[in-house]
């Protein structure tokens, strides 16, 4: 999933797992919520890092969705395969669709079934980085790309065969979501004091780049 982001962006490594340039940091978190909780901490810390946007693929558990779309989600919740957890974590979408992260990956009708009460989409971390980002109270966004439906039907090996699809179809998203994150700034940002057009660009730029990362 993370392939084309690290290509397209020039992003560079010193431990196989984070990954940077002067803009953009990229984090491989590994699969389920206990690998981001104990990963992604440490880089919050090290780094100064004003935003966090989590991106993947994940699970339907509900039939009006379409495949191969990218939904953003709101409101984040968590079981643990055995019951749910009641500690929810909020984005800053205003969307209707909820996520629900689980330490197993759903792959029967029944356990999708049952997580369907709670929410339209399944994942395996973004409930965590919900987590971290509210301790650290740092703002945060989730968009998903429907991989497959959850349940008797998943198929994990074919889907690592579909690895970069993926790749490029979340990268082409989150490009756009940048084209959106700039021309709405650039419609309602006003500078309290006189500037050239040189620097008014500059700062427009800087102020991008704070909201965005």
């Not at 939904?71 to 929810?88: I, Q």
């Not at 979340?170 to 940048?178: G, Q």
């Not at 500059?202 to 704070?210: D, P, V, Y």
Request: proline share 2%.
């Amino acid at each position: 999933e993370a392939q084309e982001f690290i290509r397209h962006h020039h992003l560079k490594t010193s431990d196989n797992r984070f990954y940077q340039n002067d803009n953009l940091s990229l984090l491989i978190t590994g699969e389920g919520p206990w690998e981001v909780m104990t990963r992604l901490p440490y880089y919050l810390a090290k780094y100064n890092i004003t935003s966090m946007i989590n991106m993947g693929i994940a699970g339907s558990l509900d039939s009006s969705l379409a495949l191969n779309t990218i939904y953003e989600l709101r409101t984040l919740y968590y079981h643990n395969d055995t019951k749910p957890k009641f500690h929810s974590y909020t984005t800053t979408s205003d969307t209707l669709i909820d996520g629900i992260t689980t330490e197993s990956r759903v792959l029967t009708d029944e356990f999708a079934k049952d997580l369907a009460n709670f929410a339209a989409i399944v994942d395996r971390e973004a409930w965590a980085i919900g987590k971290v980002a509210h301790e650290y109270k740092i703002p945060f966004q989730a968009y998903k790309l429907i991989s497959d439906i959850a349940g008797n039907s998943t198929q994990c090996f074919d889907l690592k065969q579909r690895a970069k699809e993926y790749s490029e179809k979340l990268l082409t998203y989150f490009l756009e979501l940048e084209d959106h994150q700039q021309a709405k700034l650039e419609s309602t940002l006003v500078f309290p004091f006189k500037t050239s057009f040189t620097q008014q660009k500059r700062l427009e730029n800087l102020f991008f780049k704070l909201n965005l990362y």
